[in-house]
């Protein structure tokens, strides 16, 4: 290398570094202007008793993409994390250390407790509300129900609301897509469908960016719906997860050696991106 080649590539290294230095000042910049004033989108953790173990790893990674999500958003919302507590608060502890250092409002108070003097600004999302949402209010609050569940747990965000008598809404997905099995979405894609919202003002597009193309009613050249072509995949994935599950109902009564628990959680913690994204498409 010549010295002119050497000094070319110190001034594009500089520069490279440079470039990443302002953009995370300026994530850094856009997150604390939406703790002060972003729309505030709430995740209600107080679920973990209904999850499986998997189930839960799979709640904190959904965590987890909500958070880069919002760091990554041209709109950042002010996240809060409701019911951070007991089993939840460990299991985080546990696969997304880092999240302590989050700019976002994480409390073990429930929402209710935490939202006590405006609980008039509270929505739950649920996919069973007879409400569609319009449009993002900047003063309500929207309450996302932080469960893995592949919706066993029928109803259960939109009774919770009924029960506190605050209001509850769902998304207008059936307005602008047609989905080739229920609305139900995982929590970090309700998250990125308000962040996209937030950003376009726009709920196709915000749908379009966000749900993955295999939940699509997709239609052929005669105009003729079908299955979402890699319908299959889902099928597969449903099917990876139930054995699972089994298994670790047959392996509970022998417990594993809290070690071999965190090395199996360290490892699942560094599962390639693709079964990532599976495994939080699983709701
Ligand atoms: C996997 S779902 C949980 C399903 C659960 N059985 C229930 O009763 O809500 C995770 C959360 O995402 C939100 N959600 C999912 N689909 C939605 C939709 N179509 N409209 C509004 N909220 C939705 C709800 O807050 C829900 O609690």
New binding site residues.
């Given amino acids: 290398m010549t010295d002119e080649e050497r000094q070319r590539h110190i001034e594009e290294r500089n520069a490279r570094g440079a470039a990443r230095k302002a953009e995370r000042q300026e994530e850094k910049a856009r997150l604390e202007q939406a703790l002060a004033s972003g729309q505030r989108i709430c995740v209600?953790l107080a679920f973990s008793h209904l999850m499986l173990d998997q189930e839960n790893k799979s709640m904190c990674k959904q965590l987890g993409y909500c958070w880069h999500a919002n760091v990554r958003a041209a709109a950042p919302a002010h996240l809060v994390l409701t019911s951070m507590e007991g089993q939840m608060e460990e299991y985080m502890a546990r696969q997304v250390s880092g999240y302590k250092n989050w700019k976002a409002t994480v409390t073990p108070q429930p929402y209710i407790e935490h939202f006590a003097d405006c609980q008039d600004k509270l929505v739950?999302?649920?996919?069973?509300?007879e409400n569609e949402?319009q449009e993002l209010d900047p003063d309500s609050i929207y309450?996302?129900?932080?469960?893995?569940?592949?919706?066993?747990?029928?109803?259960?965000?939109?009774?919770?609301a009924e029960e506190q008598g605050i209001a509850h809404?769902?998304?207008p997905?059936g307005d602008y897509m047609r989905l080739a099995s229920?609305?139900?979405?995982?929590?970090n894609?309700?998250f990125e469908i308000m962040l996209k919202w937030l950003e376009l003002r726009d709920w196709k597009a915000a749908f379009e960016a966000v749900i993955p193309s295999r939940k699509r009613k997709q239609e052929d050249g005669d105009g003729e719906e079908q299955e979402g072509a890699d319908d299959e995949q889902e099928q597969a994935e449903q099917q990876e997860q139930q054995q699972q599950q089994q298994q670790q109902q047959q392996q509970e009564p022998t417990e594993q050696p809290a070690e071999q628990q965190l090395q199996q959680q360290q490892q699942g913690a560094e599962e390639p991106a693709a079964k990532r994204q599976a495994v939080a498409e699983q709701?």
């Fill in positions: 209600d739950y999302l649920t996919a069973d509300s949402l309450i996302i129900g932080g469960i893995v569940d592949r919706n066993r747990h029928k109803q259960l965000c939109f009774n919770k809404a769902r998304l997905i229920s609305t139900v979405m995982t929590t894609h309700v709701a």
